[in-house]
C-alpha cells in the first residue's frame, strides 16, 4: 500500500512517512568514516524537524538546496529526545506535484500590514516627541523588511513576520504591566520595546518567505545589540535627539538581553530596561511553550526543547 502524504506533526518514530517539505538549512558534511551526508532541516506550518541523509550524490548537493520543496521518503528515528528523519529518497518538487511553497511557510497569525498599522498607533501615542520622532524614524526605515522578517533564526518568532508579532504581543503585555506599575514611563517601555530587535534585520539575512539563510559578516561579527545602538546613536544625531532620552534608549537595547554571556554589556539600571528584558523573556517562551505543546496529547510530555533549558513539557488535562 502506498504511504499517505503526513504533516510533521503527525510523525511517529519507527514509522516510515512521506511527504513534502521546505528546506529551510542543507548543510555537507563529512561522517567519521569520511564520506559526505547532507544535515538537513526540513519544515512544514506544522514544523520542522533535522533530516540525515547518508548516501549524498553531487545530483543531491546541486538540487537540495534551503529554500527548496522537496518529496521525501523517510524513517522516522529518535535522537536525544527528539524526532529526526533518516531519508531514503529525496527530490525536488516537480510541475505534477502541485504543490504551492507558500503553503509549507509558517507565519505570524495576523496580517503583517495590520500589525504594523497597530504598532505604528502606539508610536504616535506617545506624548514625548524625542522618543515619537526617533522610534518612528528607525520603525519606518525598515518597513519592507518588517512584512516578513522572523524574529530569530531557530525558536521563538521564527517564522515569517514573526518579528512584528513579537513586537506587537510585548507592546500589548507592556501596556497591561504598566497599568499596575503606573511610576513607569510608558513612553520609554513602549520605545524600548519596538526597538530592542529591529537591528535582527541586519544581523540576519532572510529571505521573503522568512526563512533565515544564515547570519550577515556584520552580524556576525558585532550582534544586533551592538548595530541597534550604532543605528540610534546616527539617527539620534542627526535627528538632535535630547542627549537623555537617546542614552536612555541605547541602554535598553543594550541591555535587554541581561547577562554578558547572552550578549549584554550591562544589566538594566532603569526600571523600564527591567520590565522589557522579562517582557521580552515572558513572550518568548510562551511562543516555544505553545508550540511545542499543540502536539502534544494531555496527560503527556513533549519532546525536549533547548530554548527552555532542555525541558519537556507537560500538557494539563482539563480541570
Same mark, same amino acid.
Given at each position: ?29 563529512? @561522517?567519521?568514516?569520511?564520506?559526505? #551526508? ?8 506544522? @514544523? ?26 523517510? &524513517? ?14 529525496? %527530490?525536488?518538487?516537480?510541475? %505534477? ?39 518612528? %524614524?528607525?520603525?519606518? $526605515?525598515?518597513?519592507?523588511?518588517? !512584512? ?25 503585555? @507592556? ?15 513602549? =520605545? ?17 518567505? =522568512?526563512?533565515?539563510?544564515? #547570519?550577515?559578516?556584520? $552580524? ?7 548595530? =541597534? ?10 535627528? $538632535? ?5 537617546? !542614552? ?41 511553550? %505553545?508550540?511545542? &505543546? ?26
Amino acid at each position: 500500500m502506498a504511504l499517505e502524504p503526513k504533516k510533521i506533526n503527525e510523525f511517529q518514530v519507527n514509522e516510515h512517512i512521506i511527504g513534502f517539505y521546505l528546506v529551510k538549512q542543507a548543510d555537507v558534511k563529512v @561522517g567519521s568514516n569520511s564520506k559526505k #551526508y547532507m544535515d538537513l532541516i526540513l519544515s512544514d506550518k506544522t @514544523g520542522e524537524i533535522n533530516g540525515k541523509l547518508w548516501d549524498v550524490s553531487e545530483a543531491h548537493q546541486e538540487q537540495v538546496k534551503a529554500q527548496a520543496l522537496v518529496k521525501v521518503k523517510a &524513517l522516522v528515528t529518535s535522537w536525544q529526545g527528539s524526532n529526526q528523519l533518516k531519508i531514503e529518497i529525496i %527530490r525536488p518538487v516537480e510541475e %505534477r506535484d502541485e504543490v504551492n511553497i507558500e503553503d509549507f511557510v509558517a507565519s505570524a497569525p495576523y496580517m503583517p500590514e495590520e500589525m504594523y498599522r497597530e504598532i505604528l498607533f502606539y508610536i504616535d501615542g506617545m506624548y514625548n516627541q524625542d522618543i515619537k520622532a526617533l522610534v518612528k %524614524r528607525v520603525f519606518e $526605515g525598515y518597513k519592507d523588511k518588517l !512584512m516578513y522578517y522572523p524574529a530569530a533564526k531557530k525558536n521563538h518568532h521564527a517564522i515569517r513576520s514573526g518579528l512584528l508579532y513579537h513586537i506587537l504581543s510585548m507592546l500589548k503585555l @507592556g501596556e497591561k504591566i504598566a497599568q499596575l506599575y503606573d511610576f513607569l514611563n510608558r513612553d520609554l517601555l513602549f =520605545g524600548g520595546i519596538i526597538l530592542h530587535d529591529l537591528a535582527k534585520m541586519e544581523e540576519m539575512d532572510s529571505s521573503e518567505l =522568512g526563512i533565515v539563510n544564515d #547570519y550577515t559578516i556584520e $552580524g556576525t561579527l558585532l550582534g544586533h545589540i551592538t548595530q =541597534g545602538i550604532k543605528n540610534l546613536q546616527v539617527l539620534g544625531e542627526e535627528l $538632535g535627539t535630547n542627549k537623555e532620552v537617546l !542614552m536612555l534608549l541605547q541602554h535598553m537595547v543594550l541591555s535587554h538581553h541581561y547577562e554578558p554571556e547572552f550578549g549584554s554589556p550591562v544589566r538594566p539600571m532603569i526600571p523600564e530596561a527591567e520590565i522589557l528584558h522579562y517582557i521580552d523573556i515572558i513572550d518568548a517562551r510562551m511562543f516555544d511553550m %505553545r508550540k511545542v &505543546l499543540e502536539d502534544v496529547a494531555p496527560g503527556e510530555f513533549s519532546e525536549r526543547l533547548w530554548s527552555l533549558e532542555n525541558r519537556r513539557l507537560y500538557k494539563r488535562k482539563e480541570v
